[in-house]
């Protein structure tokens, strides 16, 4: 079992950064896939980007370049920096992790799930 736990979320203004941390125990998470996905109140779980096994990033289309994952193995904690954060960016903040690289966009396709970091942007 690979308990993930996410931190650094918060209330910032429009146009605030945030640096979101997912922190794994239990296993090395070095060969694995570990994803981001949000849920915005009353909303559906949205995919945000994935880094499969430390060597390569994926985002989806409606992802732009204010989003950026990265990985730091040896502290076994991947990162989601968020720029120039806008009042539809808030929701509760996921990491996800499974052993393959495959159907990355699936929130069904992952194994361990962390219980959420709460993000809220205000104009």
């Known amino acids: 079992q690979v308990q993930l736990v996410e931190s650094g979320g918060g209330s910032v203004q429009a146009g605030g950064s945030l640096r979101l941390s997912c922190a794994a125990s239990?296993?090395?998470?070095?060969?694995?896939?570990l994803a981001w996905f949000r849920q915005a109140p009353g909303k559906g779980r949205d995919f945000v980007g994935a880094?499969?096994?430390?060597?390569?990033?994926y985002y989806p289309d409606s992802v732009n370049s204010r989003f950026t994952i990265s990985r730091d193995n040896a502290k076994n904690t991947v990162y989601l920096q968020v720029n120039n954060l806008k009042p539809e960016d808030t929701a509760l903040y996921y990491c996800?992790?499974?052993?393959?690289?495959?159907?990355?966009?699936?929130?069904?396709?992952?194994?361990?799930w962390g219980q959420g970091t709460q993000v809220t942007v205000s104009s």
């Open positions: 239990g296993r090395t998470i070095s060969t694995y896939t």
């Open positions: 996800a992790a499974k052993s393959s690289s495959n159907d990355l966009r699936s929130s069904a396709s992952y194994t361990y």
């Open positions: 880094s499969i096994r430390g060597v390569d990033t």
